[in-house]
């Protein structure tokens, strides 16, 4: 483990009974861990992940995995603590108990939540793709193609729509050849049919570079339809699985038209469990079935 990156709580330190076998079971639970193995063969691997902050719980018995190739893809409400999960992924916080593991092969680029521009500060594009980066103006210009922001090369970035922001900020990312990508709301301030080709390009970068993206949607319901997995939270993960596509779904493509909603999805799960005011989990009651999880 001495060339691993490795957060563990004491009182967490244990040996597992059994391996993980790779399988990707729909899981619902009221954030109970399960004892299994860290994944040596993703990207990253987390177990038992808690969080709290000022007395409050953030999060509790967090488990997740991102391998080669896959897309794994945060829901939940505000407050739920899918940023607070990416920070002691990447090492931002450190968790009160649990462990994650990254392999030191793991190259990481990471595109945040918010991105503030001071518009008083002249700043093309390439200027700022180039500062820190040590990269070479062929670099830049192969990250913007890639993410089709060529034409920004010279515009100032102050100057640019939502949308462009957010595609200049995944080609920085990518100047660091990374293997895991991490996108904090990627579609923050684009409009609905931008927000579905943003999903569609970072589809397309995971096919093209066979890179795992770890990716968070404010949006309970509307996920990328080419995420592999996606992992409900409040706290604790409420349900993980496959989305299911809502390019059938006609008030989708009423809403985003025919061609966006194909790239958009609608995760639909149940919950074996109710939420109270704060959030907390709490046994469903027999009037709730019908509606649970939807």
Do not use: W
């Not at 521009?117 to 040590?134: D, K, S």
């Not at 293997?179 to 579609?187: C, G, R, S, T, Y």
């Not at 958009?264 to 704060?278: K, P, R």
Request: include cysteine.
């Amino acid at each position: 483990m001495s060339n691993t990156k490795l957060h563990v709580s004491d009182e967490h330190r244990h040996d597992h009974a059994h391996d993980h076998d790779h399988a990707h079971d729909d899981a619902c639970g009221c954030g109970h861990t399960h004892s299994r193995q860290l994944d040596n063969h993703a990207l990253v691997s987390a177990r038992g992940l808690a969080f709290s902050r000022h007395g409050r719980t953030i999060l509790s018995g967090i488990d997740l995995d991102v391998r080669p190739g896959e897309i794994v893809t945060l829901i939940g409400p505000n407050g739920a603590g899918k940023t607070t999960l990416v920070k002691l992924v990447l090492g931002i916080e450190s968790p009160d108990s649990g462990t994650v593991l990254m392999p030191p092969s793991t190259r990481i680029g990471y595109v945040p939540q918010r991105f503030d521009v001071q518009r008083a500060i002249p700043m093309t594009v390439a200027h700022f793709l180039a500062l820190g980066q040590n990269a070479a103006p062929g670099a830049i210009t192969a990250a913007l193609k890639d993410v089709g922001a060529e034409r920004t090369a010279n515009q100032q970035l102050s100057q640019l729509s939502g949308g462009e922001t957010q595609r200049v900020l995944i080609a920085r990312a990518l100047l660091r050849n990374p293997n895991l990508l991490v996108l904090d709301e990627p579609a923050r301030g684009v409009d609905y049919v931008g927000e579905a080709d943003l999903y569609d390009l970072i589809g397309r970068i995971r096919d093209e570079r066979k890179l795992g993206v770890l990716l968070i949607s404010h949006d309970l319901h509307v996920v990328m339809a080419k995420s592999d997995r996606v992992i409900c939270l409040n706290g604790h993960v409420c349900c993980s699985g496959q989305p299911e596509t809502v390019a059938q779904h006609a008030e989708y493509a009423r809403l985003f038209g025919p061609q966006a909603a194909s790239a958009l999805g609608v995760y639909l799960h149940h919950h074996d469990h109710a939420h109270d005011l704060s959030g907390a989990p709490k046994p469903m009651r027999a009037g709730d079935q019908d509606n649970r999880g939807r």
